[in-house]
């Protein structure tokens, strides 16, 4: 595949293959586009694509007989694929389901227009469009990486509301972005499944243990989803991540480097060891306020004569304020870094605790958990969310993320995360804010 040019589409020989997306509907206004813009486009749909829209439609708008069929008796010499292939200068799929990238991902020749994918000499470009669930996933940021690998240009998706009532990243960009997008370089338009890459993100996750004697400990019912659901979605966007986790009983998140920690003072020393080259620190870990003044040698007794027992128990130190305040003093030489990310799970007041926590640790931003809600929080699937912003200005920026899957919840901090990390080191800014107002319900 030839790299492709930033070029006027006039006169370009344009195949635009359609899968089966409800964003199909769009693919109408997309072939009119190009048609406008100067291209003749022919249009090969997937047997699936016909249940959203119909051949007759795209047919009308650009004035060629729209191709279905692998083993169409019609097409030249019985070889559709290959002559169309052949005629292409431009392959555009749009949309461009999970599941035809994963196919396009594996060569499979199983229909007109994957077989003429793998036949062709023209560029290729896409624009997935699947549910946001479905985009996040790993398999299809694999799929996704292996097809920039074969050459395929991806454009998009674009985040926010989607057929299906979720919100996130996986709609189609709109007809109009992607004739633009046709027309720019390829390095101008970062796709989102690797808009994090070269970036390094830190996220500490699960509860700590304190030890009071060899077989007893202190501790909390962090389950550790939402920091893996953190560290899954950073990675997904392609980051560096580096998880340190408390003890959890969950499976590490593909292409996530592990640290594994019990206390509170092994959680700040692996932190303190990665910060210093992380760009992003989240603090996700509910990590144990207070540890014994002394971990017994041998394993406490029962007392006989007593009924109560005293422990004697010493501050732990706060390991995101210690990360936020070494960020600062390196700051000097240069914005400040890592920026830095906390949470604040809170039973009542959870906008002014939240805020106070956001100022007193001097976080970048913060991410509130109402957790006196049933069914929210600490060991549950589903989270909402209040985040806020530490700005110069008096009042900080807040945004609400609704009730949902805490993997879900996770794509949207961090790509709150990745806006405001950028908008402190690109734009110029000295606070945390991210470069747009926060959207309420939308990543
Ligand atoms: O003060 P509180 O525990 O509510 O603050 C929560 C935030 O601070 C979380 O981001 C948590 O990971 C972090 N934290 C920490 N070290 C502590 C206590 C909390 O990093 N000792």
């Known amino acids: 595949m030839s790299q492709l040019a ?9 195949l635009l293959g359609i899968s089966a997306g409800i964003a199909a509907y769009k693919s109408a206004l997309l072939a009119r586009l190009l048609k406008k813009a100067g291209a003749e486009v022919r249009v090969v749909m997937t047997e699936g694509a016909q249940a959203f829209i119909t051949p007759l439609t795209l047919q009308a708008l650009t004035g060629e007989s729209v191709r279905t069929s692998l083993l169409d008796p019609e097409a030249e010499a019985g070889m559709g694929h290959i002559e169309l292939a052949r005629w292409a200068e431009l392959v555009l799929i749009a949309p461009a389901t999970a599941d035809l990238m994963a196919r396009l991902a594996h060569g499979h020749a199983d229909d007109l227009l994957t077989t003429l994918c793998l036949a062709t000499d023209a560029d290729c470009v896409m624009a997935p469009a699947m549910n946001q669930a479905m985009w996040g996933h790993p398999a299809t940021h694999d799929n996704a990486r ?54 390094s993100v830190t996220v500490t996750a699960g509860p700590t243990r304190e030890a009071l004697d060899p077989v007893r400990y202190l501790s909390n019912h962090s389950s550790g989803k939402m920091g893996y659901a953190l560290a899954a979605a950073a990675a997904a966007r392609g980051a560096r991540v580096r998880l340190i986790s408390g003890p959890v ?78 960020a600062a003093k390196s700051a000097a030489a240069g914005p400040r870094r890592p920026y830095v990310v906390g949470f604040a799970a809170e039973t009542c007041d959870l906008e002014a605790q939240a805020r106070d926590k956001l100022e007193r640790k001097r976080l970048d931003m913060i991410v509130a958990n109402d957790v006196s809600q049933a069914g929210l929080g600490f060991g549950a699937d589903d989270n909402a969310a209040l985040l806020l912003w530490r700005r110069a200005a008096s009042e900080p920026a807040r945004s609400e993320l609704p009730a949902q899957r805490k993997a879900r919840l996770a794509e949207a901090v961090i790509d709150q995360a990745l806006r405001g990390y950028r908008a402190t080191h690109f734009d110029g800014t000295s606070a945390g804010m991210p470069p747009a107002a926060p959207q309420q319900d939308s990543p």
């Not at 930033?6 to 344009?14: D, F, H, Q, S």
């Open 6 to 14: 930033a070029a006027p589409l006039t006169g370009k020989r344009i």
């Open 146 to 199: 292996r097809l920039e690998g074969y050459g395929w240009r991806l454009l998009g998706p674009d985040s926010g509301d989607q057929a299906c009532g979720d919100v996130g990243a996986g709609r189609m960009l709109e007809p109009e972005a992607i004739v633009a997008g046709l027309s720019t370089a390829p390095e101008a338009t970062p796709t989102v499944a690797d808009d994090a890459r070269g970036l």
């Open 249 to 326: 009983a969950l499976a590490t998140p593909p292409g996530v480097e592990r640290i594994d920690v019990t206390s509170a003072l092994e959680m700040l020393e692996a932190a303190r060891q990665v910060a210093g080259d992380s760009d992003i620190f989240i603090g996700c870990a509910a990590v144990a306020d207070y540890r014994a003044e002394r971990i017994a040698e041998h394993k406490l007794k029962k007392s006989t004569g007593e009924d109560t027992m005293t422990l004697k128990l010493v501050k732990n130190p706060d390991i995101i304020a210690t990360i936020a305040e070494d």
